[in-house]
């Protein structure tokens, strides 16, 4: 593997360019190449211009060098950025657009989209976000595992959050989206959080998010793929605790549950194209549960500078008990976990 980078900065700053070349010759693989660009032009202060442009060839493989989300592509993008302050009710806000477009080396669009986001910040230091994009259809040619490319249908989406001070001693967020999903779906996602923090040592917070899909499809077998109508919970809970300016104690716990049902069943074309819906291909349920915790308590006391000393216990579980309600699915994996493990490390530096 590999690469050669390139970098210019123009004297005022208002242009700048960054990219890479890059080359892969394994023996499974074969040899590959590609390379992206970003470039970017800032004529004043708070407003810039940014295109990026990337190309990688099918043998191309990074990732025993570092991370490749995907090769076989090639495609652009173009997006703006526009920072503005001194409003009367909003003490800043940032306004971003963008339009991409990416296709494979067959010339099959595989994604694709236009849309912007504004962040605003109130003269209270609360928080709104608000993001309005749209995805026109598209191409799948990898959550098939290699049984074919089949198309998505076109997927508008709008998302709106609220955050408020985070300086206060009491704060929280919440935002709540909604976009189309798989070929005639949707997806309806929400969340709440609260963070309190009586005084500087100790801030505790508590959050969860909640998420409806209608039509969410993933591939089965051969070229069979299952939409399913799923329901899934991710509550969230931390607290950090300064005992001393060297002494801090963590604890985190974490769990995500989904339920998920089979609605329609579709077969992949062998020309690509739009999947065709068939009757249930066979008499095995495809209905599935997932139910994943992980706590932890974590003790660090600095003995010197860089040295330490960590006490660990952590308990992890999963389950995929079907059937069950969100509440018997993580009392499952809190009672019956798969494992628990307390761990003692040290960590001295030595010398100067």
């Not at 098939?144 to 967020?173: C, D, M, Q, V």
């Not at 599935?288 to 579980?317: E, H």
Request: charged share 30%; no cysteine; hydrophobic share 35%.
């Amino acid at each position: 593997t590999a690469g050669i980078d390139y970098h210019y900065l123009s004297g005022s700053g208002v242009w700048k360019l960054d990219g890479q070349f890059l080359y892969s010759d394994l023996d499974l693989e074969g040899s590959g190449a590609g390379g992206f660009m970003d470039l970017e032009y800032a004529p004043r202060q708070g407003m810039k211009y940014r295109f990026a442009y990337t190309h990688f060839d099918r043998g191309l493989d990074l990732n025993d060098a570092g991370f490749l989300r995907r090769n076989d592509i090639t495609g652009g993008r173009i997006a703006t950025e526009w920072i503005k302050s001194g409003f009367q009710r909003i003490r800043d806000m940032k306004v971003e657009t963008f339009i991409r477009y990416e296709e494979n080396l067959d010339g099959y669009a595989i994604r694709s989209g236009i849309g912007g986001q504004g962040e605003f910040t109130l003269n209270n230091l609360h928080e709104l976000e608000l993001k309005l994009r749209y995805f026109p259809e598209r191409y799948d040619d990898r959550n098939s595992f290699g049984n074919g490319t089949y198309k998505i249908s076109e997927r508008p989406s709008f998302e709106l959050g609220y955050r408020t001070n985070e300086a206060k001693a009491l704060s929280g967020w919440a935002f709540s989206k909604w976009e189309g999903d798989g070929v005639d779906g949707q997806k309806l996602e929400s969340g709440l959080g609260v963070t309190w923090r009586p005084v500087d040592r100790l801030s505790m917070g508590v959050g969860t998010k909640y998420q409806v899909r209608e039509g969410w499809l993933l591939h089965q077998e051969d070229r069979f793929m299952t939409a399913f109508d799923a329901e899934e919970w991710g509550p969230e809970l931390n607290m950090d605790f300064f005992l001393s300016a060297r002494q801090e104690l963590r604890l985190k716990l974490q769990w995500v549950g989904i339920k998920a049902f089979e609605d329609k069943f579709y077969e992949i074309p062998e020309i690509p194209g739009d999947l065709e819906e068939i009757d249930k291909p066979n008499e095995e349920p495809d209905d599935f549960s997932i139910s994943s915790m992980n706590f932890q308590i974590r003790y660090r006391w600095q003995i010197a500078p860089l040295s330490d000393v960590f006490l660990v216990y952590t308990k992890f579980g999963s389950d995929d008990t079907t059937n069950a309600s969100f509440y018997q699915m993580f009392q499952n994996v809190w009672e019956d976990p798969l494992g628990e493990q307390l761990v003692l490390k040290v960590r001295y530096r030595v010398g100067t």
